[in-house]
């Protein structure tokens, strides 16, 4: 978020309310509680900047906490990324990081509470069982029949779950709260489960698990958050997030919902994003086209693009799916102003300049970044044979087709303008070089006779430029909602087979040799790109292209507001 600028939102209304109120001693304090099955992505980027940016503005705290409750599909690995990805995004947990699993015994205290209070107990039912008593959302549930043991006989058997006695799925601890409730979160919720699998933060000491609903609850109310802020499908889960906390009489933060993102054109659920890497139809999780933050990362997105996307969709209670575009519109913005321009040649077609000296050579002047004459000028070499795009030359143009053709005149950016006077062919009849002139007296890029050209190219010259691959990305799906797939099929009959496009003879201009990663490059007429710091090597350099010129969504946002006002 922008310095000075403040979150306005149906939160920051309620948070206003409660200020007034002198609720929570006028503190606000808020989490960001990833579970860590998975890389994050840019969904929860949405929650981060919610979390960290209201926190900030009201001069309150926000934790990182992981919701590890469930050992079978946790990992190290992604603790580690989601610590990268929050940090990497420009928020500060400082010393306030937490987890879920540091709070068991606390948690396990709290169920023995429930029992003494003869709000909980052991049932033996098995989990097929516990969905059959259960009911339907037509039908009421049935009580357990073990719902009415003693208080001391649920201390006994909780204490014997715990001491490892009963296989998995044999036990569970079960809240007592009613089987016939409307809501079925409500139906008698399992606070607990027997499951013999080691944690990666507590190894072996436990062989029953609290389940998310029982421990997230308790984790707010530990860590003294006062806004717990979730999304929607959270909504029905409220009441048992209420009625666990005044059960145990503890703080009792506030549980807000909100919308959770919907990006068009892609997925954003870990479980199926965790498919596409398990099945390698992408090549790992910050795969450029992953709607990962890792992902978005290598793609040569920056963190303050991301945050200004967020602050652009702002929070509201209704679903919806947001356009990649919006995204793409938001990164595009930033490079414009940042970033080093440069020409680089993706689709080769030779050029010899056949009245151009074979041993000269000049230095021509380039601009940095015409949005900004702070960057400078560099200097691009210029000789006899260039390296132009294939599709900036047809021999038998189009009618408004103005680029380079037989007889006619184009500008070579910061160069001369160059005259094709000669096609060469190969024996397949494919163009492979043009045989052309250039003026001398355009030097820079200007006639002074004041004649006119229709087009201005880029180009490299060919002994200068160094080869390189370069990567271009589409939409991972071919549909805004992927979800929607023809009878019978899944999400992932809607992959768009080419979402990469690899174009392994591109050349670039010298100054890109030096090229960082982490920078990003304007290519002449071709996009925004950035250096893939995970498969470039010694002898090639590989680049990304983050998102292309075409910026059609903020056209049109700007014509709907012009014909608007
Ligand atoms: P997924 O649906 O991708 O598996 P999740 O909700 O299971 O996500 P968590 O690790 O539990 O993943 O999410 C951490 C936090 O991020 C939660 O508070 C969750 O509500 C929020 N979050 C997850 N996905 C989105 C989203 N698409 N938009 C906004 N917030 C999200
Ligand atoms: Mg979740």
Request: charged fraction near 35%; charge should be neutral; proline fraction near 5%.
């Amino acid at each position: 978020m922008e310095k000075n600028k403040k979150l306005s939102n149906f939160i920051t209304e309620i948070i206003d309310k409660d200020l007034e109120a002198n609720k929570n001693d006028g503190k606000v304090y808020t989490r960001f509680p990833p579970e860590p099955n998975g890389y994050l992505h840019i969904g929860h980027a949405k929650s981060i900047c919610l979390n960290f940016n209201i926190a900030a503005q009201y001069n309150g705290l926000c934790n990182l906490r992981f919701d590890d409750t469930n050992p079978a599909k946790e990992e190290e690995e992604y603790v580690r990324s989601i610590e990268e990805d929050v940090r990497w995004l420009g928020f500060n947990w400082e010393k306030r990081l937490y987890y879920a699993s540091g709070y068991f015994d606390q948690l396990h205290k709290y169920a023995i509470e429930l029992i003494k209070k003869e709000k909980a107990y052991v049932c033996d039912l098995t989990p097929d069982e516990i969905r059959e008593y259960r009911g339907t959302l037509t039908k009421p549930g049935k009580n357990s029949p073990h719902r009415d043991r003693s208080v001391e006989k649920n201390l006994d058997l909780f204490n014997r779950m715990k001491s490892g006695e009963f296989p998995d799925g044999s036990r569970t601890l079960r809240a007592k709260i009613n089987m016939q409730s409307p809501n079925m979160v409500m139906r008698d919720p399992v606070l607990y489960r027997v499951l013999h699998s080691s944690h990666h933060k507590t190894g072996s000491k436990w062989c029953i698990y609290p389940m998310y609903d029982f421990a997230h609850c308790i984790s707010d109310s530990i860590e003294r958050i006062t806004h717990s802020i979730c999304t929607l499908e959270f909504e029905i889960n409220r009441p048992l997030y209420d009625w666990i906390l005044d059960e145990l009489g503890v703080h009792h933060p506030q549980q807000i919902e909100f919308a959770r993102l919907n990006l068009g054109h892609t997925i954003l659920s870990k479980r199926k994003l965790m498919e596409l890497v398990s099945e390698s139809h992408v090549s790992g999780w910050d795969d450029p086209r992953m709607p990962t933050i890792s992902g978005l990362r290598r793609r040569g997105y920056t963190p303050s693009s991301i945050r200004a996307f967020c602050e652009r969709i702002g929070v509201s209670k209704v679903n919806s799916i947001v356009e990649m575009a919006v995204l793409e519109d938001c990164i595009r913005e930033e490079l414009n102003k940042r970033s080093q321009r440069a020409m680089v040649v993706l689709n080769p077609l030779r050029v010899v300049i056949e009245n151009y000296p074979e041993d000269k050579e000049e230095e021509l002047d380039a601009i940095n970044n015409p949005e900004d004459e702070k960057m400078g000028t560099r200097k691009v070499p210029f000789s006899r044979v260039l390296y132009i795009e294939k599709d900036d030359f047809r021999e038998d143009p189009p009618k408004k087709f103005f680029r380079l053709a037989p007889g006619r005149e184009v500008r070579l950016r910061y160069a001369y303008f160059i005259k094709c006077n000669e096609v060469v062919k190969d024996e397949n009849g494919e163009v492979v070089e043009l045989r052309c002139s250039y003026d001398p007296e355009t030097r820079g890029g200007d006639a002074p006779d004041g004649r006119k050209v229709k087009a201005t190219l880029h180009w490299v010259s060919a002994k200068h430029a160094f080869a390189t691959e370069v990567r271009l990305y589409d939409h991972l799906f071919t549909n805004r909602n992927p979800n929607e797939t023809e009878e019978g099929k899944d999400y992932k009959s809607n992959l768009d087979p080419d979402s990469l496009k690899t174009l392994d003879n591109c050349y670039l201009e010298p100054s890109l040799k030096d090229a960082k990663p982490g920078e990003n490059y304007q290519f002449e007429r071709q996009g925004y790109f950035c250096l893939d710091k995970k498969d470039s090597t010694e002898e090639k350099l590989v680049f990304n292209r983050t998102v292309t010129l075409r910026d059609t969504w903020s056209k049109l946002e700007k014509r709907e507001r012009f014909t608007r006002s």
